[in-house]
């Protein structure tokens, strides 16, 4: 039971979304897992209890099919680890969204929800995608018997390569809250972005996400677009049954 518990609260932190990577002091990644062409590395950062964590894989796949999964929040259930429920909650644009997630916890902890702030840029001359995420803790009412996560910040990236596939990266930084000990989360923070990369492998290959075009997903062929923060606007209590 300790060992699910441990599992869960790491995917909880980092899962129902991307993430921002942390501009503060950072020690060198040191490799923690290598398996099915995934390699997930982590470090610590000075003045901060928990490990932030990068998953790093190659998918034969498409730039545009990559960020229509992004851009599909309700599907996000199906492929990060452990996310109950996700849906936006405003869409400033194609582009920029702040969205809510839900991850029930096993007994006998509480369930967690993160609020997430999105923007999706393409650099025109690499046709490199970033995708920056940053919690927004206060942007919304707490929910009853829920835990929100206080501090999320990481991105996605997503690159070409020569021989036709994507270097996919996924990195994070986050704090679940609630008081755990950092010794309880750190001790498995590899689970979650192997688990979620081998997913996004999986689900990235449906008809739906294949068929998308640049176009259509809208992603600004603007390498230099600002990454504004959203301003909190209050949104109201979530009822039980919400999300």
Same mark, same amino acid.
């Given at each position: 039971?300790?060992?699910?518990?441990?599992?869960?609260?790491?995917?909880?932190?980092? &899962?129902?979304?991307?993430?921002?990577?942390?501009?503060?002091?950072?020690?060198?990644?040191?490799?923690?897992?290598?398996?099915?062409?995934?390699?997930? %590395?982590? !470090?610590?950062?000075?003045?901060?209890? #928990?490990?932030?964590?990068?998953?790093?894989?190659?998918?034969?796949?498409?730039?545009?099919?990559?960020?229509?999964?992004?851009? @599909?929040?309700?599907?996000?259930?199906?492929?990060?680890?452990?996310?109950?429920?996700?849906?936006?909650?405003?869409?400033?644009? @194609?582009?920029?969204?702040? *969205?809510? $997630? #839900?991850?029930?916890?096993?007994?006998?902890?509480?369930? !967690?929800?993160?609020?997430?702030?999105?923007?999706?840029?393409?650099?025109?001359?690499?046709?490199?995608?970033?995708?920056?995420?940053?919690?927004?803790?206060?942007?919304?009412?707490?929910?009853?018997?829920?835990?929100?996560?206080? !501090?999320?910040? &990481? #991105?996605? !990236?997503?690159?070409?390569?020569?021989? &036709?596939?994507?270097?996919?990266?996924?990195?994070?930084? $986050? @704090?679940?809250?609630?008081?755990?000990?950092?010794?309880?989360?750190?001790? *498995?923070?590899?689970?979650?972005?192997?688990?979620?990369?081998?997913?996004?492998?999986?689900?990235?290959?449906?008809?739906? %996400?294949?068929?998308?075009?640049?176009?259509?997903?809208?992603?600004?062929? @603007?390498?230099?677009?600002?990454?504004?923060?959203?301003?909190?606007?209050?949104?109201?209590?979530?009822?039980?049954?919400?999300?």
């Amino acid at each position: 039971m300790t060992k699910i518990i441990i599992i869960w609260i790491t995917v909880t932190i980092a &899962g129902c979304s991307a993430p921002r990577k942390v501009q503060v002091e950072q020690h060198p990644w040191k490799l923690a897992l290598d398996k099915n062409g995934i390699q997930v %590395y982590t !470090r610590s950062i000075e003045g901060i209890e #928990f490990l932030e964590f990068k998953g790093v894989t190659q998918i034969p796949t498409s730039i545009s099919s990559l960020v229509a999964l992004i851009r @599909d929040t309700e599907a996000t259930p199906q492929w990060i680890a452990n996310c109950a429920e996700s849906k936006i909650l405003k869409r400033i644009d @194609d582009n920029e969204t702040l *969205s809510y $997630s #839900f991850s029930k916890a096993p007994w006998p902890m509480k369930n !967690r929800d993160v609020v997430i702030h999105t923007l999706i840029s393409i650099d025109q001359d690499t046709s490199m995608v970033t995708v920056i995420e940053t919690g927004k803790p206060d942007a919304i009412a707490e929910r009853e018997k829920t835990i929100r996560v206080q !501090r999320f910040e &990481g #991105f996605w !990236r997503f690159t070409p390569q020569s021989d &036709g596939q994507i270097e996919v990266v996924y990195q994070l930084l $986050s @704090d679940p809250g609630g008081g755990l000990p950092a010794w309880f989360i750190n001790s *498995s923070a590899i689970a979650q972005p192997y688990e979620t990369l081998r997913a996004m492998k999986a689900i990235v290959q449906q008809k739906k %996400y294949q068929n998308a075009a640049l176009s259509e997903v809208g992603i600004p062929l @603007d390498a230099k677009r600002a990454f504004p923060p959203i301003q909190s606007q209050p949104a109201g209590p979530i009822s039980p049954g919400d999300p």
